[in-house]
T-cell receptor, first 119, second 109 residues
Framework: ETGVTQTPRHLVMGMTNKKSLKCEQH?????MYWYKQSAKKPLELMFV???????ENNSVPSRFSPECPNSSHLFLHLHTLQPEDSALYLC??????????????????FGSGTQLSVL | LAKTTQPISMDSYEGQEVNITCSHN???????ITWYQQFPSQGPRFIIQ???TKVTNEVASLFIPADRKSSTLSLPRVSLSDTAVYYC??????????FGKGTRLHILP
């Protein structure tokens, strides 16, 4: 148990559906992340929130819409997805998100992910 | 951009010690070296982090030479359950937490 909970664990949706992924962290962290991991590929950073403000948006298509209502919760709203969006979507948190030379030293705590299949 | 290089895959046998080396020639002065473990269909799990010399915890040891251009993750007496992908990370100039392809470790009985 990492202290980061993602729901649902599995999701199958059609290309015209709208769904949301939920992430909750119980660690008192200030930063939360969405990563995408396609089959046998490295994790791709999608979004970063620090103190509920979006600080990173790595050229992610607009059909993915993140929301961070408070420092403990993070959502990823999905609409009109494509089959190539099928992947494992991972949420993570860290104590802080630090810009500067020490930014890469943060320890990430990941949830178990949502395995998404788009038909 | 600080970059890491790891072997794509490794095989070992139960009970053996496994050493996975990561090269990071362009590591910055302030960067720490962090290792994660990922099982299939799960998120990566933090294993160990170090800056120089040697760090040991209940799971692994991390050896870092004086020039810090490489690091070695050591897993003592591995079991089948240690089969996973292991990622070596250092900070980069953009200060993003970027995962590479990792090392796919396969433990054989």
């Amino acid at each position: 148990e990492t202290g980061v909970t993602q729901t649902p664990r599995h999701l199958v949706m059609g290309m015209t559906n709208k769904k949301s992924l939920k992430c909750e962290q119980h660690l008192g962290h200030n930063a939360m992340y969405w990563y995408k991991q396609s089959a046998k590929k490295p994790l791709e950073l999608m979004f970063v929130y620090s103190l509920e403000e979006r600080v990173e948006n790595n050229s992610v298509p607009s059909r993915f819409s993140p929301e961070c209502p408070n420092s403990s919760h993070l959502f990823l709203h999905l609409h009109t997805l494509q089959p190539e969006d099928s992947a494992l979507y991972l949420c993570a948190s860290s104590q802080d998100y630090i810009l500067g030379p020490n930014g890469g030293n943060e320890k990430l705590f990941f949830g178990s992910g949502t395995q998404l299949s788009v038909l | 951009l600080a970059k890491t290089t790891q072997p794509i895959s490794m095989d070992s046998y139960e009970g053996q010690e496994v050493n996975i080396t990561c090269s990071h020639n362009n590591i910055a002065t302030n960067d720490y070296i962090t290792w994660y473990q990922q099982f299939p269909s799960q998120g990566p799990r933090f294993i160990i982090q170090g800056y120089k010399t040697k760090v040991t915890n209940e799971v692994a040891s991390l050896f870092i030479p004086a020039d810090r251009k490489s690091s070695t993750l050591s897993l003592p007496r591995v079991s089948l359950s240690d089969t996973a992908v292991y990622y070596c990370l250092v900070g980069d100039r953009d200060d993003k937490i970027i995962f590479g392809k990792g090392t796919r470790l396969h433990i054989l009985p």
